[in-house]
């Protein structure tokens, strides 16, 4: 049966469930989950191990190669992606997985297993883990500060503890982290002198403390009736008590109490990271949201929270929030919609311009029909809103009107043919379903094959051609059932009303464009050699503008955040780094342009951004995440922050980064140099670094192998032998002496306080505080200064020894300056850097944007080869007909100047989106020529010759062409206006080129059908 036909029939059921479905489809719109960006799976992880009093290049020989050795084990592991990078005392070690690992979760189970084993049978005793970090990949939804001026830490810990309570009362709330703690400790000190004076040694105080303040089983009585259980009561209360702790007995016979030897003070731990919101002390809470809930409605019941929490804090605590993913997709998707909505006036004002009223109306109608349909679709096969499924809906807005445009002129064409209304009705879709069927699915088969694409772009990119196809067969659904039913209710006659012939004829747009088509197809038809040539021209010429437009492989993410990033020489105290940091807080901290801002010191903010890499903390590392009031002043503050830090550190390297799109990156340039001699490897660098540091573009250059670094170490005398001394046992009471060590625990109810013993500050300042330690002999029993013991011989190490698939790598890394692109940079340095004469078994190769523009443009050009074969079969099965599919395949290469011409046009980079434009292109072009080949043969079939076949198939066609190649063009304009760096190169190729192309297939294809196909081949068809 017909179901045009019966669609018609059937109109009150046909009704019904097209209005049932658009309901469906705006509850849709309003109740799916929303998200900034596609959900990406993280298949990155940290393998972290500590090796306390080892340098670099041991902790190198030890522990980072046998870890290796495991790990490359796995054939799950991408090698070639994971890098390790060693320094002083550990080793962190970047994982990546490959795109075949559906479940990393899985596979970081199995590999903590497997690296216990390692732990036991192939690592140092002195080895502390290794750990594996799987949370690497969490991003978080809201990071909220608790900010108090006059606060404390334990004050700011019990407010974060309250916040967390209420927040874990929220169904779709995931994790909740806490960051920027900072412990409590009870800090015993004293000083060698005193401790000998007394005749006291650390390990005989350690002793005592950890004796005294323990608990263990002290048993029970037994009576005839009952058991009483027996407690010990020697746990410390206060600092009190362990001040009045006995230690020891003098010769004399005297008691030596803790007091009398030592400082005890309630203190907090020597930080290893601070945390500041607007300049204030500061805790973090992170808070993550379960899969599959709306992000906007999540941040609503979060921000009902905090305001609730608020209310019980004092006046003088604040809570900010940092990052407030809910409301930037509100924001981001409210923007998106707007546009998407703009685009829907656009096509439909375009329609009504060029088509009579009662003719646009219908097509017009059919919009907002198909819009919900997909809508409802995209729903149901569980794709979120977020800015990639929604510009391709805003791409595809233009081709969704296109059926219907088709189907309405062609029921129009039938009534002026004399044809009865219901007829034309059914037959207005049922004669071009072949046709539009085929069209629809050549622009399917182009986006479809993007779904191919692996890793992170991949998985980015992922929902657009899903959309795209789910769109334009919703459209064609649509065009089919609802198209012919309107034309018959609202349509009662033809173009060329005979009735009023007598009446002057009011000559329209469409009239006089047809008229001028006309006159141009027969010039063209005449000059048919002529023709063809300037056709072939604009291919050539399409090449030489391709060099002449930049190419930037992602943009910047359009965000109101960016962040200043500062390394300070390896080694560097917290407190300096904080110091320096704290010169370009300054220039943040009353700018009206701030919102607000949160530093980070000796570590990193948590992962916010799905393409934001977190440092591992280090005390010579620190952060400023910046909110600004919106996208725009993002980047003028950025550039002018960047300018103002540039010299405003020496010591230190300061870096304004942006958020960036795509794949992570350290440095947009990267040279990396491969070998095993590392101070080969640094020669070679320095060489590389001259190179950058000349060119012109090139800004922040530096080597991830970082600063060497100052060490002492400690060599013992044979006198140490002789005294008992060993390695372990001096190295013990040194870092008990300087570094402080916990020897053991206080509880205050559920807080543990630890008792911590060190010298007093001013015995552990130089080198010479480090000869004049006293250390008991195991031997002996007396104190001896370490300079009798041993010798402190200064020594220089190497700052970080980075590996890449398992071999030393240094990397040279460089930015570039405003207006100068990555790859321009790249084009000048390489043939300097190929002049470099590199030993054997050296090698340089190129990381950074160039790596990742590589890889994922070697897999976008499998995709347009996959389209192309997959268009020109399904041509092939069309028209069965090898010189007819060969025909319309010419159209593809014809659109390349259009599609140049839109970059040049809009100023737009050619990067990713505007790769997968040219790949959309390639199916949206075919329609035109499918369209005018196919009425050709319909013609044929009605007796008319070859030539006049293709002429009158052209002017016939003209109406249904120029409004389909406009209504696409007009759809994607909005998205050209916004000047969004991402979407915006993708749709000036499709509007230009779908014009161009248009223009192409109107003037060209009916020439090259004259030429290419002769009357034995339709015989033979026949």
């Given at each position: 049966?017909?179901?045009?036909?019966?669609?018609?029939?059937?109109?009150?059921?046909?009704?019904?469930?097209?209005?049932?479905?658009?309901?469906?489809?705006?509850?849709?719109?309003?109740?799916?989950?929303?998200?900034?960006?596609?959900?990406?799976?993280?298949?990155?992880?940290?393998?972290?191990?500590?090796?306390?009093?080892?340098?670099?290049?041991?902790?190198?020989?030890?522990?980072?190669?046998?870890?290796?050795?495991?790990?490359?084990?796995?054939?799950?592991?991408?090698?070639?992606?994971?890098?390790?990078?060693?320094?002083?005392?550990?080793?962190?070690?970047?994982?990546?997985?490959?795109?075949?690992?559906?479940?990393?979760?899985?596979?970081?189970?199995?590999?903590?297993?497997?690296?216990?084993?390692?732990?036991?049978?192939?690592?140092?005793?002195?080895?502390?883990?290794?750990?594996?970090?799987?949370?690497?990949?969490?991003?978080?939804?809201?990071?909220?500060?608790?900010?108090?001026?006059?606060?404390?830490?334990?004050?700011?810990?019990?407010?974060?503890?309250?916040?967390?309570?209420?927040?874990?009362?929220?169904?779709?709330?995931?994790?909740?982290?806490?960051?920027?703690?900072?412990?409590?400790?009870?800090?015993?000190?004293?000083?060698?002198?005193?401790?000998?004076?007394?005749?006291?040694?650390?390990?005989?105080?350690?002793?005592?403390?950890?004796?005294?303040?323990?608990?263990?089983?002290?048993?029970?009585?037994?009576?005839?009736?009952?058991?009483?259980?027996?407690?010990?009561?020697?746990?410390?209360?206060?600092?009190?008590?362990?001040?009045?702790?006995?230690?020891?007995?003098?010769?004399?016979?005297?008691?030596?109490?803790?007091?009398?030897?030592?400082?005890?003070?309630?203190?907090?731990?020597?930080?290893?990271?601070?945390?500041?919101?607007?300049?204030?002390?500061?805790?973090?809470?992170?808070?993550?949201?379960?899969?599959?809930?709306?992000?906007?409605?999540?941040?609503?019941?979060?921000?009902?929270?905090?305001?609730?929490?608020?209310?019980?804090?004092?006046?003088?605590?604040?809570?900010?929030?940092?990052?407030?993913?809910?409301?930037?997709?509100?924001?981001?998707?409210?923007?998106?919609?707007?546009?998407?909505?703009?685009?829907?006036?656009?096509?439909?004002?375009?329609?009504?311009?060029?088509?009579?009223?009662?003719?646009?109306?219908?097509?017009?109608?059919?919009?907002?029909?198909?819009?919900?349909?997909?809508?409802?679709?995209?729903?149901?096969?569980?794709?979120?809103?977020?800015?990639?499924?929604?510009?391709?809906?805003?791409?595809?807005?233009?081709?969704?009107?296109?059926?219907?445009?088709?189907?309405?002129?062609?029921?129009?064409?039938?009534?002026?043919?004399?044809?009865?209304?219901?007829?034309?009705?059914?037959?207005?879709?049922?004669?071009?379903?072949?046709?539009?069927?085929?069209?629809?699915?050549?622009?399917?088969?182009?986006?479809?094959?993007?779904?191919?694409?692996?890793?992170?772009?991949?998985?980015?990119?992922?929902?657009?051609?899903?959309?795209?196809?789910?769109?334009?067969?919703?459209?064609?659904?649509?065009?089919?059932?609802?198209?012919?039913?309107?034309?018959?209710?609202?349509?009662?006659?033809?173009?060329?009303?005979?009735?009023?012939?007598?009446?002057?004829?009011?000559?329209?747009?469409?009239?006089?464009?047809?008229?001028?088509?006309?006159?141009?197809?027969?010039?063209?038809?005449?000059?048919?050699?002529?023709?063809?040539?300037?056709?072939?021209?604009?291919?050539?010429?399409?090449?030489?503008?391709?060099?002449?437009?930049?190419?930037?492989?992602?943009?910047?993410?359009?965000?109101?955040?960016?962040?200043?990033?500062?390394?300070?020489?390896?080694?560097?105290?917290?407190?300096?780094?904080?110091?320096?940091?704290?010169?370009?807080?300054?220039?943040?901290?009353?700018?009206?342009?701030?919102?607000?801002?949160?530093?980070?010191?000796?570590?990193?903010?948590?992962?916010?951004?799905?393409?934001?890499?977190?440092?591992?903390?280090?005390?010579?590392?620190?952060?400023?995440?910046?909110?600004?009031?919106?996208?725009?002043?993002?980047?003028?503050?950025?550039?002018?922050?960047?300018?103002?830090?540039?010299?405003?550190?020496?010591?230190?390297?300061?870096?304004?980064?942006?958020?960036?799109?795509?794949?992570?990156?350290?440095?947009?340039?990267?040279?990396?140099?491969?070998?095993?001699?590392?101070?080969?490897?640094?020669?070679?660098?320095?060489?590389?670094?001259?190179?950058?540091?000349?060119?012109?573009?090139?800004?922040?250059?530096?080597?991830?192998?970082?600063?060497?670094?100052?060490?002492?170490?400690?060599?013992?005398?044979?006198?140490?032998?002789?005294?008992?001394?060993?390695?372990?046992?001096?190295?013990?009471?040194?870092?008990?002496?300087?570094?402080?060590?916990?020897?053991?625990?206080?509880?205050?109810?559920?807080?543990?306080?630890?008792?911590?013993?060190?010298?007093?500050?001013?015995?552990?300042?130089?080198?010479?505080?480090?000869?004049?330690?006293?250390?008991?002999?195991?031997?002996?029993?007396?104190?001896?200064?370490?300079?009798?013991?041993?010798?402190?011989?200064?020594?220089?190490?190497?700052?970080?020894?980075?590996?890449?698939?398992?071999?030393?790598?240094?990397?040279?890394?460089?930015?570039?300056?405003?207006?100068?692109?990555?790859?321009?940079?790249?084009?000048?340095?390489?043939?300097?850097?190929?002049?470099?004469?590199?030993p054997a078994g050296y090698r340089i190769e190129y990381g950074g944007e160039y790596a990742n523009k590589k890889e994922t443009f070697s897999q976008m050009i499998t995709v347009l080869v996959i389209s192309l074969?997959?268009?020109?079969?399904?041509?092939?099965?069309?028209?069965?007909?090898?010189?007819?599919?060969?025909?319309?395949?010419?159209?593809?290469?014809?659109?390349?100047?259009?599609?140049?011409?839109?970059?040049?046009?809009?100023?737009?980079?050619?990067?990713?989106?505007?790769?997968?434009?040219?790949?959309?292109?390639?199916?949206?072009?075919?329609?035109?020529?499918?369209?005018?080949?196919?009425?050709?043969?319909?013609?044929?079939?009605?007796?008319?010759?070859?030539?006049?076949?293709?002429?009158?198939?052209?002017?016939?066609?003209?109406?249904?062409?120029?409004?389909?190649?406009?209504?696409?063009?007009?759809?994607?304009?909005?998205?050209?206006?916004?000047?969004?760096?991402?979407?915006?190169?993708?749709?000036?190729?499709?509007?230009?080129?779908?014009?161009?192309?248009?223009?192409?297939?109107l003037l060209t294809v009916p020439v090259l059908y004259i030429a290419i196909v002769k009357p034995k081949d339709k015989l033979q068809h026949n």
């Amino acid at each position: 049966m017909n179901f045009v036909k019966a669609s018609l029939k059937y109109k009150q059921v046909t009704l019904s469930v097209l209005l049932l479905v658009f309901a469906i489809g705006v509850n849709s719109l309003l109740n799916m989950p929303r998200r900034e960006d596609p959900k990406i799976t993280v298949r990155l992880g940290l393998v972290m191990a500590y090796y306390p009093g080892a340098n670099s290049a041991q902790v190198e020989d030890q522990v980072t190669k046998k870890l290796e050795q495991y790990l490359f084990q796995f054939e799950e592991v991408r090698k070639d992606k994971t890098y390790s990078t060693t320094q002083d005392g550990m080793v962190v070690i970047n994982v990546e997985l490959g795109e075949k690992v559906k479940n990393p979760d899985i596979f970081w189970s199995k590999l903590r297993h497997e690296l216990m084993l390692a732990k036991n049978l192939d690592l140092p005793a002195g080895v502390r883990g290794p750990i594996v970090n799987s949370d690497f990949g969490d991003t978080e939804a809201l990071v909220i500060g608790i900010e108090g001026k006059n606060a404390d830490y334990a004050q700011l810990k019990e407010y974060t503890q309250k916040l967390e309570d209420h927040l874990r009362t929220i169904k779709s709330v995931s994790k909740i982290k806490r960051v920027g703690e900072q412990k409590e400790q009870i800090t015993i000190t004293s000083n060698s002198e005193k401790l000998s004076q007394y005749g006291v040694s650390l390990q005989r105080v350690v002793q005592v403390l950890q004796s005294q303040n323990s608990i263990g089983p002290t048993g029970e009585i037994k009576t005839k009736n009952s058991k009483t259980p027996l407690y010990t009561s020697g746990y410390y209360n206060t600092e009190n008590e362990i001040a009045s702790q006995i230690v020891d007995a003098s010769k004399s016979g005297a008691i030596v109490r803790l007091g009398d030897v030592a400082s005890i003070n309630r203190t907090y731990a020597e930080p290893k990271s601070k945390i500041s919101v607007n300049g204030n002390n500061a805790m973090i809470l992170t808070v993550q949201m379960q899969e599959g809930n709306n992000i906007v409605k999540f941040g609503e019941e979060v921000q009902q929270k905090i305001s609730e929490v608020s209310q019980l804090l004092p006046g003088d605590v604040k809570l900010t929030t940092v990052v407030n993913q809910p409301k930037l997709v509100d924001e981001n998707i409210s923007h998106f919609i707007k546009e998407f909505f703009l685009a829907i006036i656009s096509v439909v004002i375009v329609v009504i311009l060029l088509l009579p009223m009662r003719i646009a109306a219908v097509a017009a109608m059919a919009i907002p029909m198909t819009v919900a349909v997909t809508f409802a679709l995209l729903h149901a096969f569980g794709i979120e809103l977020h800015q990639v499924s929604l510009a391709a809906l805003i791409v595809v807005l233009g081709m969704v009107v296109d059926d219907a445009i088709v189907i309405a002129d062609n029921y129009v064409e039938l009534l002026d043919e004399g044809v009865d209304r219901w007829t034309a009705a059914w037959r207005s879709a049922t004669d071009l379903v072949i046709p539009v069927l085929a069209a629809t699915v050549t622009i399917i088969a182009s986006f479809m094959p993007m779904v191919i694409l692996t890793g992170s772009v991949g998985e980015f990119i992922h929902a657009l051609p899903i959309t795209v196809a789910i769109a334009l067969a919703a459209s064609f659904i649509v065009a089919m059932i609802l198209t012919p039913l309107l034309c018959y209710t609202f349509i009662k006659k033809g173009l060329h009303d005979h009735s009023d012939e007598e009446k002057k004829k009011k000559t329209s747009l469409l009239d006089l464009m047809q008229n001028g088509y006309n006159n141009l197809l027969d010039w063209c038809v005449k000059h048919s050699k002529l023709t063809i040539g300037i056709s072939i021209l604009t291919i050539a010429l399409a090449g030489l503008m391709y060099t002449q437009v930049k190419q930037k492989f992602f943009p910047a993410a359009e965000r109101n955040q960016f962040v200043v990033e500062l390394w300070m020489p390896t080694g560097t105290r917290l407190e300096k780094t904080e110091q320096a940091i704290q010169k370009v807080e300054q220039l943040v901290k009353n700018d009206k342009r701030v919102t607000s801002y949160a530093t980070f010191i000796g570590t990193s903010a948590p992962r916010f951004y799905y393409n934001f890499s977190p440092e591992v903390p280090v005390s010579n590392y620190a952060q400023i995440l910046i909110n600004t009031t919106d996208e725009k002043t993002t980047e003028s503050f950025a550039e002018e922050l960047s300018e103002k830090t540039g010299n405003l550190i020496p010591e230190g390297t300061p870096q304004v980064k942006l958020m960036q799109q795509g794949s992570p990156l350290k440095a947009e340039v990267e040279v990396r140099i491969i070998g095993e001699n590392i101070d080969k490897l640094k020669q070679l660098s320095t060489q590389v670094q001259n190179i950058l540091k000349k060119a012109h573009g090139s800004t922040l250059v530096r080597n991830d192998f970082k600063e060497d670094y100052y060490g002492i170490s400690i060599q013992l005398k044979d006198e140490a032998n002789r005294l008992g001394f060993t390695t372990e046992s001096i190295s013990k009471m040194v870092y008990t002496g300087f570094s402080g060590a916990p020897v053991s625990t206080m509880y205050e109810g559920n807080n543990p306080v630890d008792l911590v013993l060190r010298l007093d500050e001013k015995n552990r300042q130089t080198s010479d505080d480090l000869e004049n330690i006293y250390l008991a002999s195991p031997a002996t029993g007396a104190s001896v200064p370490l300079r009798q013991i041993a010798d402190l011989v200064p020594e220089w190490q190497t700052g970080k020894i980075v590996h890449r698939n398992g071999v030393r790598t240094l990397t040279v890394q460089s930015e570039t300056k405003d207006g100068v692109l990555p790859a321009e940079l790249l084009k000048e340095i390489q043939p300097e850097v190929a002049k470099i004469q590199l030993p054997a078994g050296y090698r340089i190769e190129y990381g950074g944007e160039y790596a990742n523009k590589k890889e994922t443009f070697s897999q976008m050009i499998t995709v347009l080869v996959i389209s192309l074969v997959l268009i020109f079969f399904i041509l092939l099965f069309q028209f069965r007909n090898l010189k007819e599919a060969t025909l319309v395949m010419f159209t593809i290469p014809l659109s390349l100047f259009g599609a140049i011409l839109g970059l040049l046009i809009t100023h737009n980079n050619f990067g990713f989106t505007a790769f997968v434009g040219l790949v959309s292109l390639s199916g949206i072009v075919v329609r035109n020529a499918i369209i005018l080949i196919d009425y050709t043969n319909e013609l044929l079939h009605k007796g008319m010759d070859i030539p006049t076949a293709a002429v009158e198939a052209g002017k016939r066609r003209l109406r249904p062409i120029f409004l389909t190649a406009m209504a696409a063009a007009i759809g994607v304009l909005p998205m050209i206006i916004s000047g969004s760096p991402m979407w915006s190169p993708l749709a000036s190729v499709l509007a230009v080129g779908v014009i161009w192309s248009m223009v192409m297939a109107l003037l060209t294809v009916p020439v090259l059908y004259i030429a290419i196909v002769k009357p034995k081949d339709k015989l033979q068809h026949n």
